[in-house]
């Protein structure tokens, strides 16, 4: 089982759709949870950091069930900027990212 | 506003040869990483570095594989002898603090590319 699991993708949607993204971690010890954005061939940029209360940036929701081990994401209002691939970043101790696979998101107009 | 950088943006390098990616670190970070992306794969750890120490690495990070800290503002991996499956991009990253909670922030990544 991977340490950390993304919904497949591709995601394909049309600008102002709400789209969702799930990922769920498999070490029940980690300890702080966030998305990322990467750009084709740039690097990962940090869109938010996930708290089991759930936050809000804007257009952008994050929710984490500590006791099922998941986390979303949610994009509302989708714009043609939000393409990207988005990384779910799970660190269980100091010193070490895990990484998933990523969903890869495309917004047409 | 800081931001951590890497040069080269792209080496090309051939089989067998030795390399080293440099990174500058935010400069007021105290915590350090390495991780690579194989073209269309995930974000791979590699190692994270403090106070002059390997604090964590992965399976990744063998014996080719070394990090250093030479002076007050670089980072550096070394590869001693490339292979066909290090070409990768190789991200660098700092930190603040190395408690979980924290941000690494990424550099732009150098492409490895190994013939």
């Known amino acids: 089982r991977k340490e950390v699991e993304q919904d497949p993708g591709p995601f394909n949607v049309p600008e102002g759709a709400t789209v969702a993204f799930n990922c769920t971690y498999s070490n029940s010890a980690s300890q702080s949870f966030f998305w990322y954005r990467q750009d084709c061939r740039k690097e990962p940029k940090l869109l938010m950091s996930?708290?089991?209360s759930g936050n809000e940036d804007g257009r952008f929701t994050a929710q984490l069930n500590r006791a099922s081990q998941y986390i979303s994401l949610l994009i509302r209002d989708s714009k043609l900027s939000d393409s990207a691939t988005y990384l779910c970043v799970v660190n269980a101790h100091a010193g070490k990212s895990t990484f998933g696979d990523g969903t890869t998101l495309t917004v047409k107009p | 506003e800081p931001e951590v950088t890497q040069t080269p943006s792209h080496q090309v390098t051939q089989m067998g040869q030795e390399v080293i990616l440099r990174c500058v670190p935010i400069s007021n970070h105290l915590y350090f990483y390495w991780y690579r992306q194989i073209l269309g794969q995930k974000v791979e750890f590699l190692v994270s570095?403090?106070?002059?120490?390997?604090?964590?690495k992965s399976e990744i990070f063998d014996d080719q594989f070394s990090v250093e800290r030479p002076d007050g503002s670089n980072f550096t991996l070394k590869i001693r002898s490339t292979k066909l499956e290090d070409s990768a991009m190789y991200f660098c990253?700092?930190?603040?603090?190395?408690?979980?909670?924290?941000?690494?922030?990424f550099g732009p990544g150098t492409r490895l590319t190994v013939t």
């Open positions: 570095f403090y106070n002059n120490e390997i604090s964590e």
């Open positions: 996930v708290y089991s």
């Open positions: 990253a700092s930190s603040q603090d190395g408690s979980p909670s924290y941000e690494q922030y």
